[in-house]
């Protein structure tokens, strides 16, 4: 009998000791702009750290963040997130990984439905009864004065695209020249300082939206919209890039998707590696192009 007690005490002890990761989503139906709280809640932390997406950062890209509060203590923490969503349909949030010392625990995901509350039977009274006015010719140039302007500036600019079409224009759409483009946003957004400030969300958000409009412009790939398994499966199909560069673009775009919904903390040295990747993937571009040129020859 002793025997058993003492291990029924162990067993409690060892739960007391553990920590308990809770979530909570107050309204699972929302009306356009309805504010609704996502709460994160650990308890029994034992003075542990806890790693989670940044402040702002913690919810999908359609949750637009009204306030969002920490609060943490040696045994709790607890984070409350209230935000709103703009647009009709259902929204996810997913399955959170959060690190809670050398431990990392997940949270339970959310399905969140988004109605338009207003009746297209709903009757809008005018507040005072329509009056008759009579218009003289002033009045007709004031109401449609900017449709007559808008329509000579229509012609003007087809005009000028003509003359710019029939004496000819210098090809901005050279490699070369979106090489040399790419290469200065690129530099932009080293000059953000992102890496070194261990902003990941906002650099990998900024990086893959760059590499997406060089791979639509420089090598004809509508990656602008495809979602990323889409466009790994058509640049192999496609063998327009080359293994290497085409294996730069898949790490650091499946890293991206991680990061975006909080299942991937890289750290600085990983992500100054996706950039100088990056970099150097265009620079290379030429080659691709003038492998496929000769391959087209052949």
């Known amino acids: 009998m002793k025997r058993t007690a003492f291990f029924i005490f162990i067993f409690l002890s ?59 203590q040696k045994d709790l923490y607890e984070r409350t997130v209230e935000f709103a969503i703009y647009q009709e349909g259902v929204f996810k949030i997913p399955q959170l990984d959060i690190k809670i010392g050398d431990e990392v625990q997940q949270t339970i ?18 507040i005072m009864n329509n009056k008759s006015v009579k218009l003289e010719g002033r009045d007709y140039w004031d109401m449609y004065k900017f449709y007559l302007l808008g329509f000579l500036a229509v012609v003007a600019l087809i005009f000028l695209v003509w003359q710019f079409i029939r004496y000819g224009r210098r090809r901005i759409s050279s490699p070369v020249v979106l090489t040399n483009q790419t290469l200065k946003k690129l530099e932009s957004l080293r000059k953000k300082k992102y890496i070194e400030n261990g902003n990941y969300r906002a650099f990998y958000v ?49 890293r991206g998707d991680m990061v975006k919904f909080a299942k991937n903390f890289p750290d600085t040295a990983i992500m100054q590696k996706d950039f100088d990747d990056i970099k150097a993937f265009v620079k290379r571009s030429s080659k691709d192009l003038e492998f496929e040129k000769l391959r087209k020859d052949v």
């Open 206 to 254: 900024n990086i893959i939206d760059i590499t997406r409009e060089f791979l639509t412009s420089q090598y004809h790939i509508p990656a602008n919209v495809l979602l990323t398994d889409d466009l790994i499966e058509y640049m192999k199909n496609n063998n327009t890039i080359s293994i290497e560069n085409e294996k730069i673009v898949e790490d650091v775009f499946l």
């Open 14 to 72: 060892f739960l007391a000791g553990a920590q308990t990761l809770y979530s909570h989503l107050d309204k699972k139906t929302l009306a356009l702009g309805e504010p609704a709280v996502f709460t994160v809640r650990i308890e029994n932390l034992g003075g542990k750290d806890v790693f989670i997406a940044p402040k702002n950062q913690l919810l999908p890209f359609h949750f637009e963040v009204i306030k969002d509060s920490i609060s943490k």
């Open 109 to 126: 995901p959310y399905e969140v439905e988004v109605v338009n509350t207003a009746k297209k039977e709903d009757q809008i009274n005018d």
